[in-house]
């Protein structure tokens, strides 16, 4: 890559950590410095609201948002835990323990619920309870990434073509090895708001169990933006072993509560909402070529596709309106693979698996057809285009359907910054939330100097092992 071709592939990235650069270096005096790489400006903002937000309500609402709160976590919790086991059997075992139907059941019953807990915690201030759940939930949690991190550890040397299972994260950057890059705009935002919320979910626990919050703020950690709220250690010292636990915690356990409920809007509203705007095409399918792939080449276009995130490493190709397809330059409608018709995407698929790499595919319509001469891709025949079996409907407004497309991959993004950056701060490390709680667990298990033994051990154990899983596939990806 050129150096003009970086500045211009990354000149919203190198603009926004320049202005951060410029607005630390001539604010210098007011920012905290640590450790030469973290600069802290603290604040008073949101404090007064974690004080007031960290009240309960009046002791007529308190008894029945107890009761909702006990009946929807129990139900949450259970059915949760069903789908999480089925989950975890078809990872390792790679099979389910229950059929598709009764896995939907349990899913209802796991959103419905849901809802109704985060009704009995905002609403009726049931916060103390939830800072109970989050410690179970905590811990939980920490033993699934713990495992999931050994496992991708392992598969690392033994599957040389395994994904990489961990990826610093900076907007707008790919990270060589890693399968996902985080859009500048969206990473953005969705940091932003995951970031907020877990902080001030500290901050809330702390005022709940009486401990004191002395200043709240943001800052920079390397090139890495973070906010942080800033316990009194005194304060936080003096309260009692289940308040820290439940303080640690609740950072972590907001970022897990904040990615179901968005996966929860993108399931029933966002996702419907934006797929009601399209309909099937009729007669064949629509295929748009990437940029410098054998499809391209042969002249099919990229033009007249709208990519909607299904998720953050698939994402589902639209077709324009039939009133806006561009037939020149653009992508092309196709209605037969060598001769054969296709009517839909699993038509084309179905003609795909009779192809090998080297062979020429004729893709063709009544007016013209194209020779894509396929190349081997990781043993696979490989032509280089998106197939689309959708299109926008004539009456849909194109303005919305952007709306919600923008909506949908904002969505997409804080709910995968969520529970990502969620579950990486319960690793068992010492500067994570994680790593706090099993810090003071230890300690009252086997005493102070016992505890900073073991825990010394264990954070140099999966420190070694992140630092492996992280920068063995950026190698492996440079070289």
Not at 19 to 35: D, G, M, P, S, W
Not at 139 to 148: D, K, Q, R, T, W
Not at 352 to 365: F, K, Q, S, W, Y
Not at 416 to 422: D, K, N, Q, V, W
């Amino acid at each position: 890559m050129s150096f003009l071709s970086f500045l211009t592939q990354y000149k919203f990235v190198i603009m926004f950590y320049l202005a951060i650069i410029l607005l630390i270096y001539f604010n210098r005096k007011k920012f905290e410095v640590q450790a030469k790489i973290i600069y802290l400006y603290k604040t008073k903002f949101g404090l007064k609201f974690m004080d007031s937000f960290a009240n309960p309500r009046s002791e007529k609402t308190d008894g029945f948002g107890r009761f909702l709160f006990g009946i929807s976590a129990g139900l949450t919790i259970i059915s949760g835990l069903v789908m999480l086991t089925n989950k975890m059997y078809d990872l390792f075992v790679k099979s389910n323990l229950l059929s598709e139907g009764a896995m939907l059941v349990f899913f209802m019953i796991f959103s419905a619920s849901f809802i109704f807990l985060l009704i009995s915690i905002i609403f009726f201030k049931q916060l103390k309870s939830a800072g109970t759940v989050g410690i179970y939930v905590g811990f939980l949690g920490m033993i699934l990434i713990s495992v999931f991190v050994l496992k991708g550890f392992v598969d690392l040397f033994l599957k040389p073509d395994a994904p990489p299972v961990l990826s610093p994260i900076i907007p707008g950057v790919s990270i060589p090895g890693s399968p996902i890059m985080v859009p500048f705009w969206y990473g953005i935002i969705a940091l932003f708001v995951v970031v907020l919320i877990h902080e001030f979910s500290h901050g809330i626990l702390c005022r709940v169990h009486k401990i004191k919050v002395k200043s709240s703020g943001v800052g920079m950690m390397a090139i890495l933006p973070l906010a942080f709220v800033e316990p009194d250690e005194e304060s936080l010292k003096k309260s009692s072993f289940k308040a820290k636990n439940s303080m640690f915690a609740a950072g972590p356990f907001s970022n897990i509560l904040t990615g179901i409920l968005v996966i929860l809007i993108l399931t029933f509203i966002l996702l419907p909402v934006t797929f009601s705007m399209a309909e099937p095409i009729e007669g064949g399918v629509r295929v748009f070529a990437l940029e410098g792939t054998p499809a391209s080449q042969a002249g099919i276009g990229t033009r007249g596709s709208i990519i909607i995130p299904v998720d953050v490493l698939n994402k589902y190709p639209v077709s324009a309106k039939d009133s806006e397809f561009l037939e020149e330059n653009s992508g092309k409608t196709i209605t037969s693979l060598n001769g054969v018709p296709i009517n839909s995407t699993k038509d084309f698929i179905t003609q795909l698996e009779n192809v090998t790499a080297g062979d020429t595919v004729i893709l063709a319509n009544d007016k013209e057809s194209f020779a894509i001469n396929t190349i081997n891709k990781s043993g696979k025949p490989y032509m280089g285009v998106n197939i689309v079996g959708l299109k926008i409907k004539e009456a849909s407004n194109n303005y919305l359907f952007n709306f919600f497309k923008i909506l949908l991959e904002l969505f997409i993004w804080i709910y995968t910054l969520s529970l990502g950056l969620g579950l990486a701060n319960l690793l068992p490390l010492g500067i994570t939330d994680g790593g706090r709680m099993i810090h003071i667990t230890l300690e009252k298990w086997f005493g102070e100097k016992k505890a900073i033994q073991i825990f010394s051990r264990v954070t140099v154990l999966f420190f070694v092992i992140i630092l492996v899983l992280v920068f063995v596939p950026i190698i492996k990806a440079v070289i």
